[in-house]
């Protein structure tokens, strides 16, 4: 709370009435009524901000310093590398999609997971991760960690609770010099194999191969592709969500930043360490993101409906092997069960499998009209690449064919445009293959 905003705008209910997010997004956390009236909050441009008093400048620096145990958040505004007025909105809304405790805000999905994982291990850990993940992600765990002394292991998306047991029993013994599991850090549904994880079963197992600790290695999930919509994490047994906001969350193809939602008692030992080294998202994105949150739920939900549809098409088409779509996991298995238990909505990102290989796949995507030929997902626009050739060229050719990361995949992220007329597109884009 900060000297932007009142108590009284911070209200989630009308009586008994608990009010849903999507309504939240015009006006929690922001008081027109210390802005000049101002119906949208100012973008607070300063790199730093007035105390009343010597007193109160102390006061602000002991929370900024957790001196009395505050997790590093002070009473009021500081300086902009410790919190800002557009960021603290941003951080209370963003909690409202998941009825998380806290949330931290940063410059992009990237920063957010580094300081986030930066402020849990130590030399000799280990951490446990999902995979795929995020090519990024997977270069922090699996290539910078190790040169400090960071172990980690993975295991497949989609592993069952028995595989968890063996996994966690083999991280415990991996630790060195006094070491413990620091993390465990989960992507669901993985990309662009669309694998979902059973957290709750993740959640089951470390229960029960870390329960003789004081603490438990905490279970972070990267929830970009379903998050906020589609899929609450925090409700399944994760701590903390992980968003890129660059994608949905922001959903115009405009910015980059990122965010934290979870555990307060976790998220302090962030902003401790953001405090230090920076990462906080700018004012002027904060506030575009603002802008998206008030349309998040219309956006995320007509992608939906047209990736169903469009899905649909695709899968009948002969030029098409496969689609590789959360909508379509087969009745009865594994990964129908997950998504029926974590899952409220299939997302608007998928796998087209071309019958062919690169040929197809280069023709289909050069003959797009509609769709733009570019990574990233989530936007208002529709975008189509090649996994193989572009986000995926770097990974070696024995984990691609495992990751089934083909030649002939398209991935495609659907945005608002009128169903139809992407099913257009994608049928004279076909023609030409
Ligand atoms: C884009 C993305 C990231 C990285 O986010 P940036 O905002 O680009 O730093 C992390 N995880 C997933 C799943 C992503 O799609």
Known sequence: MTEARRPKDMETHIGNHKLDPSTLMMGYGFDPGLSEGSLKPPIFLTSTFVFETAAEGKRFFEGITNKHGSGGKAEGLVYSRFNGPNQEIL????????????????????????????????????????????AATETIINKIFPQFGIHYIDFPAGASREELDEVMAAAKAKATNGGRVAMIYLESPGNPTNALVDVEAVAAARAVAFGDQAELPPIAIDNTFLGPLWAKPLNDGADI?????????????????????????????????????????????????????????????????????????????????????????????????????????????????????????????????????????????????????????????????????????????????????????????????
């Open 241 to 433: 969500s992980v968003y890129s906001l660059t994608k949905y969350a922001g959903g115009h193809s405009d910015l980059v930043a990122g965010a934290l939602v979870g555990k307060r008692a976790l998220l302090d030992k962030v902003r401790l360490m953001r405090n230090v080294m920076g990462g906080i998202c700018d004012p002027n994105t904060a506030w575009m993101l603002l802008r998206s949150l008030e349309t998040l739920e219309l956006r995320m939900t007509r992608a939906g409906e047209s990736a169903e549809k469009i899905c649909e098409y695709l899968r009948d088409h002969p030029k098409v092997e496969k689609v590789g779509y959360l909508g379509f996991l087969e009745p009865g298995s594994r990964q129908e069960d997950i998504y029926k238990r974590h899952c409220t909505g299939a997302g608007s990102t998928f796998s087209l499998y071309l019958k062919g290989g690169e040929r197809e796949a280069f023709a289909f995507l050069d003959g797009l009209k509609i769709a733009n030929l570019a990574v990233s997902l989530g936007g208002t626009e529709t975008l189509a690449s090649a996994p193989a050739a572009m986000t995926h060229l770097s990974v070696p050719d024995a984990r691609k064919a495992a990751l089934g990361i083909t030649d002939n995949l398209v991935r495609i992220s659907i945005g608002v445009e009128k169903a139809e007329d992407l099913i257009a597109d994608f049928e004279n884009a076909l023609r030409g293959v």
């Open 91 to 134: 951080e209370d809304r963003l909690k409202i999609w998941e009825d998380a405790e806290a949330s931290l805000t940063f410059s992009s999905g990237m920063t957010a997971i580094a300081i986030l994982l930066l402020s849990f291990v130590r030399p000799g850990d280990v951490v446990i991760h999902s995979g795929p993940l995020y």
